[in-house]
């Protein structure tokens, strides 16, 4: 158990739905990072929170978005879903945002849409 | 950019063999450099870094891994591999430049054979 809790484990919904995906991070960490795993794309990293503010930004699509609450929760919404958006979505946390410090991942959110 | 490559996408062992993942990264930059393993059904666990200190990286469950920069790789080995060992394996770098993002290979199964 990394410490690091996602919910929901799974979530079903049709083509042009909007869903939230939501991450705690470990006791104690400041920064959250949201990874996507597909078949066709591998894992990509998405983007990071450190403390509230958007520290870096990946391959996310302009129909994600997300935030970090004051206790350092996150949310990752996704919306006018398309069936290529099916993956697994993880969270993962870290203690600060420097490169030394190792990402703790979540067990992740599996996202069909159908 | 930084980039990782991982040389066969599946790699199949006997009990007891050694086993051998490779990796190869591309940074413009000195790089941080990761492998994790997956599960089934489960979230990303680190198995060890290398952070510009020694070399040769020992990690959980028996595993190592060499930095070589002469050949830009990051090879994964285990002497003698166990039933517990099927999994996938992940390799992944990072740099100052990219901040704490990590940049994932496309990944290996890993099948023990009894």
């Known amino acids: 158990d990394s410490g690091v809790t996602q919910t929901p484990k799974h979530l079903i919904t049709a083509t042009g739905q909007r869903v939230t995906l939501r991450c705690s991070p470990r006791?104690?960490?400041?920064?959250v990072y949201w990874y996507q795993q597909s078949l066709d794309q591998g894992l990509q990293f998405l983007i990071q929170y450190y403390n509230g503010e958007e520290r870096a930004k990946g391959n996310i699509l302009e129909r994600f978005s997300a935030q970090q609450f004051p206790d350092l929760h996150s949310e990752l919404n996704l919306s006018s879903l398309e069936l290529g958006d099916s993956a697994l979505y993880f969270c993962a946390s870290s203690a600060t945002s420097g490169q030394y410090n190792e990402q703790f991942f979540g067990p992740g959110t599996r996202l069909t849409v159908l | 950019a930084q980039s990782v490559t991982q040389l066969g996408s599946h790699v199949s062992v006997s009990e007891g063999a050694l086993v051998l993942l490779r990796c190869n990264y591309s940074s413009s930059v000195p790089p941080y450099l990761f492998w994790y393993v997956q599960y089934p059904n489960q979230g990303l666990q680190l198995l060890l870094k290398?952070?510009?200190?020694?070399?040769l990286v020992k990690g959980i469950n028996g595993f190592e891994a060499e930095f070589k920069k002469s050949e830009t790789s990051f090879h994964l080995t285990k002497p003698s591999a166990h039933m517990s060992d099927a999994a996938e394996y992940f390799c992944?770098?990072?740099?100052?430049?990219?901040?704490?993002?990590?940049?994932f290979g496309g990944g290996t199964r890993v099948l023990v054979k009894p």
């Open positions: 290398y952070t510009s200190a020694a070399t």
């Open positions: 992944a770098v990072s740099t100052e430049a990219a901040g704490n993002k990590l940049t």
């Open positions: 006791s104690g960490d400041l920064s």
